[in-house]
Nanobody
Framework: QVQLVESGGGLVQPGGSLRLSCAASGTMFTIYAMDWYRRAPEKERELVAIITSGGSTKNADSVKGRFTISRDNAENTVHLQMNSLKPEDTADYFC?????????WGRGTQVTVSS
């Protein structure tokens, strides 16, 4: 069983920054690959960024150069640093991992980019 809890969302002006965090339970955290997804109103869920257990990362084209995913294995936490935010980044952001053939999701944190 893996529990994921996101935090750090909020309202920010265009061009601003936010840092999302995802706290994961479980002693096997270091071997989880972790992802951030987002779902904007009336849009499909979108994979935003991935970080492997070894620390390799990959971002969606829509956030390249602006978002950075990282992990702190000592704290069982994954972060998503979001810079140069745009209104189209407005969405609910979810932390996810696949472990033992089971998808685990957090409840999400809302990000609103608006002036």
């Amino acid at each position: 069983q893996v529990q994921l809890v996101e935090s750090g969302g909020g309202l920010v002006q265009p061009g601003g920054s936010l840092r999302l965090s995802c706290a994961a339970s479980g002693t096997m955290f270091t071997i989880y690959a972790m992802d951030w997804y987002r779902r904007a109103p009336e849009k499909e869920r979108e994979l935003v960024a991935i970080i492997t257990s070894g620390g390799s990362t990959k971002n969606a084209d829509s956030v390249k150069g602006r978002f950075t995913i990282s992990r702190d294995n000592a704290e069982n936490t994954v972060h998503l640093q979001m810079n140069s935010l745009k209104p189209e980044d407005t969405a609910d952001y979810f932390c996810h991992t696949l472990w033992g053939g089971v998808d685990y999701w957090g409840r999400g944190t809302q990000v609103t980019v608006s002036s």
